[in-house]
């Protein structure tokens, strides 16, 4: 592979000398290095390009896709990819390149007929269950689209309507399949797309009987063609434009999403509710079941019983305190009688007065005769207490305890 590779190399290299070619820029890069990476293309043909850091710095014209230019070159090939490209020395401005103008040219002509007017846009459903998706069946445009309504959890139905998106032919089939869309009358929404490329990759969405059948699809279309920085004539007659087919995929999705989000949100309130609602009827039935057991004729006849029992509790309570009460006050009264009663005071009177008695019996002649003692009397029955008043031969009488004697004086 390698030695027939560079075989190839040798031949075209010197076989062909550095030349003159006209052509459109198209598929424009300028690499961080400085070298520039482009597509030169006609009608018929596209041939790929390459200009060196120091070639590109002595440009004055300056490059852009859609550009038609004469560069001079040659040719050379990349041996490890097996092609052959044109290293460009220099670069000339040849105008505005075809393709551009043709686009141009018809856009303009279409608007000018209304084909573009926004009050012709019909709004895509909101919940398409439905979508006809027209596009290539191989391509990766479709892969993306059902990648992403299945991630998303979409519950509606895709229906590839396979035609060719790229080449002669292209919008023709896409114009049978919009048709036959419009016929079987079961699709809500169709998408209309594939991936991006060059301005003659997407030129089939530019053919002018592909725009008028875009425009005139009773079925609501999204077109969904190229990158975001590409547009064709269909983005401008369909309904809506997504950049992408992965961002058409989102917004047939985004409803359906807001949707279930809602509904989400509804079943959470919804649950929220029904448990309050639970909570308050339970309360409720625990309350009404709590009155409904006192209020029973067992619940009186206990409560009876309770307070028949408190009642008499406090009833005893009171007696006992009463009584309590009036013996405390009783027994106040009896001392109080006491201190003041006649009987105590008859009780310390006789004391005194036996005290007094035994003072005087203690001190009475008859105690000092029983003691021993005699009491001289004289005839009279007086006392004689001195001797000097005792006359000799005197009659007196001596009293003793058992009686009394006559006595004489000597």
């Known amino acids: ?133 027209i596009t290539s069946p191989t391509g990766a445009a479709v892969q993306d689209f059902l990648r992403i309504v299945i991630r998303r959890g979409w519950r509606g139905r895709v229906i590839v309507l396979p035609a060719k998106v790229q080449g002669e032919g292209a919008a023709a089939e896409m114009i049978e399949m919009l048709r036959l869309a419009a016929e079987e009358k079961i699709f809500d929404l169709l998408v209309i797309g594939r991936g991006g490329g060059s301005l003659e990759d997407l030129w089939a969405f530019n053919e002018e009987a592909l725009v008028r059948a875009v425009a005139a699809c009773p079925v609501p279309i999204i077109s969904a063609v190229g990158h975001e920085i590409d547009f064709t004539l269909c983005d401008f007659a ?73 009642l008499a509790n406090r009833l005893s309570a009171v007696l006992r305190h009463g009584a309590q009460e009036r013996r405390e006050r009783l027994g106040a009264a009896r001392a109080a009688l006491a201190r003041v009663s006649p009987e105590l005071r008859v009780q310390a009177e006789s004391q005194r007065l036996l005290s007094l008695w035994k003072r005087l019996q203690g001190a009475s002649p008859r105690s000092v005769l029983n003691r021993g003692f005699a009491i001289v009397r004289d005839a009279e029955g007086r006392p004689i207490t001195r001797r000097t008043a005792v006359k000799p031969g005197a009659q007196l009488a001596a009293e003793f305890a058992d009686g009394s004697a006559p006595v004489r004086a000597e």
Request: hydrophobic fraction near 45%; include cysteine.
């Open 1 to 133: 592979m390698s030695d027939f590779t560079r075989r190839v190399k040798t031949l075209l290299e010197s076989g062909i000398r550095p030349t003159w070619v006209r052509g459109e820029v198209s598929n424009l890069r300028a690499q961080a290095s400085g070298h520039v990476y482009f597509s030169l293309k006609d009608a018929g043909a596209q041939l790929g390009a390459v200009m060196f850091r120091g070639d590109a710095l002595r440009q004055t014209a300056k490059l852009r896709d859609g550009l038609q230019v004469v560069v001079y070159g040659e040719v050379s090939v990349y041996e490890a990819r097996g092609q052959y490209q044109l290293i460009v020395r220099i670069v000339i401005d040849d105008g505005v390149g075809r393709l551009q103008r043709e686009f141009e040219a018809l856009k303009a002509r279409l608007a000018a007929e209304g084909i573009f007017a926004a009050e012709r846009k019909r709004a895509i459903p909101a919940m398409p269950a439905c979508v006809g998706f």
């Open 238 to 310: 369909a309904d809506v434009r997504a950049e992408t087919p992965s961002a058409a995929a989102e917004l047939i999705t985004s409803h359906f999403i807001d949707g279930i989000d809602r509904a989400r949100q509804a079943e959470a309130a919804m649950t929220a509710s029904i448990e309050n609602a639970l909570a308050t009827a339970t309360e409720r039935l625990d309350h009404s079941r709590s009155r409904l057991r006192l209020l029973a004729p067992a619940a009186q006849i206990e409560q009876g019983w309770l307070r028949l029992d408190d």
